[in-house]
């Protein structure tokens, strides 16, 4: 070995020694951040499973968790504060989060930032270095057993005549009615790309059937009061109500098809404090902590080193048969026509109710 090559091999130890001190010597997080994400049941059991132990496990930090109604009010509110944001971390839904990306209201990160970035799946991964899925959840058909004999299946429920004034689901721009609209056009056997027309009238003669397009104080509740028959929702959701009124609700991926969605957890552009902001993203992204989240929830985990128990993972979304019925959807191409399409329920489906 040459003198040169000595010293260019010392110098290489040392440095990567000195990157090692200053690794290990970088200061734990501390501070303040809001976290902005959904009321209710998400946020009671959210704050359980990773907001308390987060702080927990890094007590420099407090976390204060703001209810932010859902994921179009939140979107509207940090468009709101973009010149002083007073929200560090946003969980969205990614079809939303997607026009907050564009917009410039998020900022990217990478796994050097946030190691837990790389073991999330790739179907959880927005295009770039955007936040990432955190949630998996899918589109459901939710009934109460006592009251809706033979179970329903799927869209021909929904047109059942037998129905009439028994269904509750939002409708476009919401993303429930957006996914349906999805549902309705493979089971007319259509490329959902080609004209919507097809799918809107199918969605005008099931319209007379709906009770309401806003269910109060959700689809959940309706259907265990029986003040409704039949609605659309999330797998995650159903759960956790079919475990508060057993026997009073069951939810089914229908056989025309369901649609995978995810919530996304978000940097916002402009955090007061990032290095406390991406710690408590690295922690929401890591096994134990959407473990955690599962086994109270039943969102399915993102970060693919996860493991749940099978009867827990049997009511996620992650479970392989459920995950067989998911319809692949291009989402940016959705995002090109979502204001037509919404344009459309607003001027047809909605007022054929």
Known sequence: MTAINRRLLLGAGLASAASLRRARAAPAPSGEIVLMAYSGTFQDNYTKAVVEPFMAANPNVKVIYSPGGNSAQMLGLLRAQRAHPQIDVDIMDFSVSRVGNKEGLFHKFTAAEVPNFANVYDQA???????????????????????????????????????????????????????????????????YKASPDPEIEVLKRIAPN?????????????????????????NARAQDYKNRAPGKIESIAMADGSILDMDTINLVEGTRN????????????????????????????TNRNAKLPEDIEARTSSYSPTLAKMLAVDWDYVATVQDQWSNLWRREVVPAR
Do not use: C
């Open 210 to 234: 709906v009770q309401t397009w806003n269910a109060m104080p959700d689809n959940y509740t309706m259907v265990i009061n029986g003040d409704i028959d039949i609605g659309i929702g999330w």
């Open 274 to 301: 990032p290095d406390a902001a991406l710690a408590f993203i690295n922690y929401a992204l890591s096994p134990e902590a959407q473990e955690r989240f599962a086994k109270l929830m039943y969102y399915g985990a």
């Open 125 to 191: 991964k927005m295009p770039g270095d955007w936040g990432p899925g955190i949630t998996f959840d899918n589109l459901v058909m939710i009934y109460n057993p006592q009251n809706v004999k033979p179970a329903p299946t799927g869209i021909a429920d929904l047109l059942n005549p037998a129905h009439k004034g028994r269904i509750a689901f939002s409708p476009a721009p919401n993303v429930i009615g957006i996914a349906l609209q999805l549902v309705v056009a493979h089971y007319l056997g259509k490329d």
